[in-house]
């Protein structure tokens, strides 16, 4: 997934952690990964042959009641004034179990902007690695709809942070509006309802005090969110059909600012047609000084054709009214995917941008995703 | 020697009318899926909503509070296609691309199992698990117990087996010539009135 400019040179900015800092973070998230798996598989009584279930890509592997799984995301990128390169963009393994009422781990790991080839740079050089524990956390189970979720998760706040692996999302590059002005995580606690009847709303209530656990090297410089607190309802029809609402409070950490969202998002499925879309609203309260205006805006608006079962049309404007510059940013996406089957997809689209400069350039970008 | 000619006539008849009612595909008689379910299940009775429910990752415990261990058959075979169509209603492909983002959001979705054996063996090992077998299924543990039948429609021929390679599908027609035919098809769809829920369902229990 295409994501911001990370930091290099060891210069913060608002507070944001240094380069340096990143890596101290990633060791101490890969250290408490192996912890937790170790203590995970520590806790597993060997699984009898017929518990175990036949492996199918893009299910997992079954070893009683654990699942293990995971997605790779193999970028190319050609984009204007940048050197051209292929990464290994992410590779995530996800290790879930359902034990009983009280032990319902999810663990996710990633290695993330692994270089192959990058312009001007030997192989596998151009880029700086890392390593993420991106989630960890436990569902208590209350009732069959209620359940308590402990650790650090992806915040609901529209459709796409909360479905952001490659192989799920419709695009190699991810719209600003879905991740860059509110925190894609909390680390720290959520009531989730999930409803049976589609005219009840699945509700989702969270809450992180103080900072974040194993913060996110990619998070968005200048952009660490502290004490958040957050809610989303989300109707569903059919299986794709989705309208939500959110809405997030959060202090942008070491300033002075404050913030409040409320954002809504759409899916709808109409034969071989889709169209999604997401909108934000952040109101800045006792901005700092890098903030030239008041609130921050997005929208996006994108629509999918699937010619057939294998290959799909996609078309994506998005509006950005970033808080940091004076011209808004717009971006326009068009491109091809094709799903041989459905865990593999391939990717690859044109995008062009105009107005102010924020993280997505003009270019062309490929991909290759699967689960696995 | 007519006489014998008369006998002998009939006995061919009678082995001829038997070939082809053996040939005969055994019209009438509908095939069923049977709902299967660890002894332990404090169920003794499922229907197909509450089935859906529990395959689409809805209803995720038993009344007594124990997980629920929903079993899929393989994409390829042909009771998982039945199922798919009967039980709960959508497309192959939207039901996997519906379970592969339930899994990332950290649910978990049906274990998978490559024959009915299989599926009674694990049924039969795990608490709480649910799965569906052909009627014919052989032998059956004693772990496991029907809670359920569902007839599956006359004229739901399996279809053909579909295997893809990575780099190119297994279709009969190349890329381009599905691109002329697609415009066709969505049209097709967009003047057609909105379908409602599910595929009809034949023969309740």
């Given at each position: 997934?295409i994501?911001?400019?990370r930091?290099?040179n060891?210069?913060a ?8 800092g990143?890596?101290?973070g990633a060791r101490?998230s890969?250290m ?7 203590l995970?598989?520590a ?7 017929q ?12 070893i ?5 799984s995971?997605?790779l ?5 050609a984009?204007?004034?940048e050197d ?6 992410d590779l ?5 179990g359902?034990f009983?009422?009280?032990f ?8 993330a902007?692994?270089p ?7 192989l ?5 690695a890392e390593v ?8 208590f ?13 992806l ?10 692996a ?7 590059s991810?719209?600003?509006t879905?991740?860059r002005?509110?925190?894609e ?8 309802y ?6 009840v709303?699945d509700?989702?209530?969270?809450w992180?005090?103080g ?8 998070a968005v410089?200048?952009r ?23 809405y ?5 950490a ?8 409320v954002?809504?998002?759409?899916h709808?499925v109409?034969?071989?047609f ?9 109101r ?16 996006y ?9 294998e290959?799909?049309?996609v078309?994506?404007?998005e ?7 004076l011209?808004?940013?717009?971006n326009v996406?068009?491109g091809i995917s ?5 865990p ?16 997505l350039r003009t270019?062309?970008?490929g991909?290759?995703?699967?689960l696995? | 020697?007519?006489?014998g ?42 229907d ?10 809805k209803?995720?415990r ?6 629920i ?5 393989e994409?390829?075979s ?10 709960l ?16 959001r950290?649910?978990?979705p ?7 054996a299989?599926v009674l063996?694990f049924?039969?090992?795990v ?12 032998a059956?543990?004693?772990q496991?117990?029907v809670i ?23 279709n ?10 697609a415009p ?5 769809v967009?003047?057609?009135p ?7 369902i034949?023969?309740?229990?």
């Amino acid at each position: 997934m295409i994501r911001p400019q990370r930091l290099k040179n060891g210069t913060a900015e608002d507070g944001c952690p240094t380069t340096e800092g990143r890596r101290l973070g990633a060791r101490r998230s890969a250290m408490l990964l192996l912890a937790l798996t170790a203590l995970l598989l520590a806790g597993l009584a060997p699984a009898r042959a017929q518990e175990r279930a036949a492996y199918a890509l893009g299910q997992g592997l079954w070893i009683g009641k654990l699942n293990l799984s995971g997605y790779l995301t193999i970028e190319g990128e050609a984009a204007r004034g940048e050197d051209a390169k292929l990464i290994v963009d992410d590779l995530s393994l996800f290790i879930q179990g359902r034990f009983n009422r009280w032990f319902n781990p999810f663990i996710e790991a990633e290695a993330a902007s692994l270089p192959i080839a990058v312009e001007n740079h030997g192989l596998f050089q151009g880029e700086d690695a890392e390593v993420v524990l991106e989630r960890f956390y436990n569902d208590f189970v209350i009732s069959d709809h209620w359940s308590l979720r402990l650790g650090k998760a992806l915040t609901p706040v529209g459709e796409w942070n909360g479905i952001h692996a490659g192989p799920l999302v419709e695009t190699t590059s991810r719209p600003l509006t879905t991740f860059r002005g509110f925190s894609e995580f909390y680390s720290g606690a959520a009531l989730v309802y999930q409803s049976e009847v589609e005219s009840v709303p699945d509700l989702t209530v969270y809450w992180q005090p103080g900072g974040e656990l194993a913060s996110n090297p990619e998070a968005v410089p200048g952009r660490l969110f502290h004490d958040i607190a957050g809610l989303n309802l989300a109707w569903h029809w059919g299986l794709e059909n989705t309208v939500g609402l959110s809405y997030q409070r959060a202090r942008v950490a070491k300033t002075t600012e404050r913030q409040h969202l409320v954002g809504a998002n759409v899916h709808l499925v109409r034969g071989p047609f889709e169209l999604v879309s997401e909108f934000t609203y952040v109101r800045l309260r006792r901005p700092r000084l890098t903030s030239l205006r008041r609130h921050e805006l997005g929208l996006y608006v994108q629509g999918q054709w699937h010619v057939d079962e294998e290959w799909s049309l996609v078309g994506r404007f998005e509006i950005y009214r970033d808080r940091t510059l004076l011209r808004t940013s717009r971006n326009v996406v068009i491109g091809i995917s094709w799903r041989p089957r459905p865990p593999i997809v391939w990717k690859i689209e044109y995008l062009d941008r105009w107005g102010g400069v924020l993280d997505l350039r003009t270019g062309v970008r490929g991909s290759f995703n699967v689960l696995f | 020697m007519r006489k014998g000619g008369h006998a002998k006539e009939a006995r061919i008849a009678a082995v001829l009318l038997l070939a082809v009612l053996c040939a005969c595909p055994r019209a009438g008689r509908a095939a069923e899926l049977w709902i299967v379910a660890h002894r332990s299940v404090p169920v003794d009775r499922i229907d197909r909503e509450e089935l859906a429910r529990i395959f689409l990752l809805k209803k995720t415990r038993w009344p007594d509070g124990r997980p629920i261990v929903p079993v899929n058959r393989e994409a390829e075979s042909q009771a998982r296609r039945w199922f798919t169509r009967v039980v709960l209603g959508r497309s192959m492909r939207a039901l996997i691309g519906y379970w592969n983002q339930m899994q990332f959001r950290g649910h978990m979705p049906p274990v998978v199992q490559e024959s009915d054996a299989a599926v009674l063996g694990f049924v039969a090992h795990v608490p709480g698990a649910i799965g569906y077998v052909s009627a014919r299924a052989g032998a059956w543990p004693p772990q496991v117990r029907v809670i359920g039948r569902i007839p599956v429609p006359e004229g739901d021929a399996p279809g053909r087996r579909r295997r893809s390679s990575l780099l190119w599908p297994d279709n009969a027609w190349p890329p381009p010539a599905r691109l002329v035919a697609a415009p066709i098809r969505a049209v097709s769809v967009l003047v057609t009135p909105i379908a409602g829920g599910r595929a009809p369902i034949a023969g309740g229990r």
